[in-house]
């Protein structure tokens, strides 16, 4: 019996070449992640001071009563990170590694496929666009040949 999955179902879930790495992170460990990041050689990083809440912020809604009202929101902040297929698995283990604390609010990181990367000063596509000068995919080439 052939598995047929819809593209309108969770089940489906297509295969890409790139992924997006989007981690919801603790503000005061940005720095120590994305130094270690940039020393993999990850230099396309995008972040964006967001609020949310998860477990930590419902700690705080029980005080509060049962309704959300605008200071259980805790303030985090929004990792973007579009990688290729191989790197994805090392930078989320550099992640939880630098940003575990172990204590509720360590964050949550989700993962999705990519179309396209276009390289809007070229106009490459695909590979092209998404690798960058002395990325981590130049420093494990440099490694493998010397
Ligand atoms: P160019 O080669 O023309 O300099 P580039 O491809 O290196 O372009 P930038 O102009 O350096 O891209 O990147 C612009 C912004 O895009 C960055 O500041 C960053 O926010 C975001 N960005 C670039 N690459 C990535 C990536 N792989 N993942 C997440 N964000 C990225
Ligand atoms: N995959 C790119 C490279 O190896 C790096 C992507 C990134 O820095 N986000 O060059």
Do not use: C
């Not at 992924?19 to 990850?42: C, D, F, T």
């Amino acid at each position: 019996f052939p598995i047929i999955r819809a593209q309108n179902s969770p089940d489906f879930v297509p295969d890409a070449k790139f992924y997006k790495v989007e981690a919801i992170l603790r503000p005061w460990r940005i720095q120590q992640v994305s130094s270690a990041l940039l020393k993999m050689g990850i230099r396309g990083v995008t972040v964006s001071d967001v609020r949310g809440f998860g477990a930590q912020g419902g700690l705080t809604e029980r005080q509060a009563g049962s309704e959300f009202s605008e200071d259980t929101f805790v303030a985090k902040v929004k990792m973007e990170i579009v990688v290729s297929k191989d790197q994805v698995e090392g930078v989320i283990a550099k992640i939880i590694e630098e940003a575990r604390t172990g204590e509720i609010g360590d964050g949550k990181i989700f993962l999705t496929p990519i179309s396209d990367v276009i390289r809007v000063r070229t106009g490459e596509r695909g590979e092209k666009a998404e690798r960058m000068m002395g990325g981590h995919a130049d420093m494990s080439s440099a490694l493998s040949t010397s």
